[in-house]
């Protein structure tokens, strides 16, 4: 049932996700990697992100395992009250960038120059109007994620990133030498985007059929406050680690954001379509497999709890190794086919190259947190990840002051920053996996993971011992090399052979 509704899944979010790095290809050809451009990056990408920091993973932690336990019209009364809940707070926080545009241009891209920064000042603006919608477009997704409408899920972004690419087309065509004035189509193209993203969300909930009412004076069950703030902390903290490396890359000067950002897409891709999707598939059946119930299955709880975690994780790193193996060897093929053009400057283009290549490899330590995170979420036990995640942005931090106060040097560049949350990310894994090693005792097993970890590490560094091909074929390499780690994990992972049954 994974593999099957996995198959549906992948590709709707394999065509938004392509959507997306067209999207990101046509900014990068419009706007190169200048201020410019870092503007534009930073008013497109912040109303999902501060949307993601501050509700929708949360949503996903808190309302799935409690869904699974509730009537269908205690989860209409719950879905009400979220959605009004969350409207306001997407218009505090749009007061707030109105309010502040200073303070928060300067905390997410120090690099860049007084005339970009009046620029930007303008463009929170239209992130401002968008965060409203961004909001109930996340109570909405993390719904269909509950009735398994995964292909509602992912085809939202296809209208969002379809009408930015319009933008950005349309912004191509009509160059000028004024910052304000691509930024104004792009801000109308953000929020044509979103208002269809919201259309289409709410038209596939309603699909499933309105749930019926519940009877005058039913108590519904709503969890604590303590609940909500360990979720939000632990949903909200992995994404300000890409925050906060982009905002240190920037502090080099202008154009540092946006080829830092182009770097990371490179690894946020197979991170989205493989890790990330495992883990919002099974999240489901996980929170069902702990769920106090004893009609989900013939096995007995421990079995049914240790499968569903077992398969998932297995899943995730075979994805994770493959994407790693791939990406870690053609990365600067990739970034010249996808960004090799317009007005994107060469260098720039080979930074992006050399960074995506190192980041390649925090797509290992992302997939074990990303199983970790569901597995504490399923049972309400966050707080170790918000420790572990703490701890990581802390030391990123830590870092980034200190290298921002020696001498001559001056922040820290892209690449630093990228082996900065390589160590982040790892060390955030090895705490979790150490915190909850009694859960986790016959579900993690050498013969699964090492396959598929010794396959990625053979090939990369086979693949790295050659020159780097054209970028057509380095795109072809790239496939054969994560499909060769994906079929030497088969034959040697017997974990894997039982996921895929299943």
């Not at 009509?174 to 709410?202: E, K, N, S, Y």
């Not at 991170?271 to 013939?298: E, T």
């Amino acid at each position: 049932m994974l593999l099957r509704a996995g198959l549906v899944s992948l590709a709707l979010l394999l065509a938004s996700r392509l959507l997306g790095l067209l999207r990101e290809s046509v900014q990068a050809a419009t706007l190169g990697a200048t201020g410019q451009a870092d503007v534009a990056i930073l008013m497109l990408t912040l109303p999902d992100m501060l949307t993601g920091i501050l509700a929708s993973g949360a949503l996903g932690y808190v309302l799935l395992p409690l869904w699974a336990r509730q009537s269908a019209s205690a989860q209409a009364v719950t879905l009400k009250r979220l959605a009004g809940v969350l409207l306001v707070g997407g218009f505090v926080t749009a007061l707030t960038l109105v309010l502040a545009p200073g303070l928060i241009t300067s905390a997410l891209a120090p690099g860049l120059s007084e005339t970009a920064r009046a620029t930007a000042h303008r463009a929170l603006l239209w992130s401002a109007l968008a965060m409203p919608l961004a909001m109930l477009a996340a109570l909405w997704t993390v719904r269909l994620q509950h009735l398994r409408d995964f292909t509602g899920m992912y085809g939202a972004n296809l209208v969002v990133n379809g009408a930015v690419v319009g933008a950005l087309l349309l912004t191509m065509t009509q160059m000028r030498a004024d910052m304000a004035a691509p930024i104004t189509w792009l801000g109308w193209g953000l929020l044509l985007g979103m208002v269809l993203r919201l259309l289409w969300l709410g038209w596939r909930t309603r699909r499933a059929g309105p749930p019926e009412a519940p009877a005058t004076g039913t108590a519904v069950e709503w969890p604590h406050s303590p609940i909500w703030l360990w979720a939000l902390a632990s949903a909200g903290l992995p994404l300000l680690l890409p925050l906060l490396g982009r905002s240190l890359a920037s502090t080099t000067g202008e154009g540092a954001l946006t080829t830092f950002n182009y770097a990371w897409k490179l690894v946020e891709l197979p991170l989205v379509l493989a890790v990330q999707l495992v883990a919002a598939l099974a999240f489901p059946g996980i929170a069902k497999a702990f769920a106090p119930r004893s009609d989900l299955s013939a096995k007995d709880p421990l079995t049914r709890q240790r499968d569903a975690l077992r398969h998932a994780f297995v899943l995730a790193w075979v994805l994770a190794c493959a994407a790693a193996a791939a990406l870690a060897s053609m990365a600067p093929a990739l970034a010249q086919l996808l960004f090799g053009w317009g007005r994107m400057p060469a260098e720039a283009v080979a930074q992006v190259g050399a960074w995506g290549r190192i980041g390649a490899w925090s797509l290992l330590p992302q997939a074990l947190l990303a199983v970790l995170l569901t597995l504490l979420a399923s049972t309400g036990r966050l707080r170790s990840a918000v420790a572990a995640y703490g701890g990581a942005l802390v030391l990123l931090a830590g870092l980034g002051w200190a290298m921002g106060e020696m001498g001559a040097v001056k922040g820290l560049n892209g690449k630093q920053v990228m082996w900065a949350i390589n160590g982040a990310l790892s060390a955030a894994a090895v705490v979790l996996l150490v915190s909850e090693r009694d859960v986790l005792r016959g579900v993690l097993k050498f013969a699964d993971l090492l396959p598929a970890a010794l396959a990625a590490i053979a090939l990369a560094l086979g693949a790295n011992a050659f020159e780097t091909p054209e970028p057509l074929h380095g795109l072809i390499t790239a496939l054969l090399l994560a499909a060769s780690v994906a079929a030497l994990a088969w034959l040697f992972s017997p974990g894997l052979r039982q996921a895929l049954r299943r």
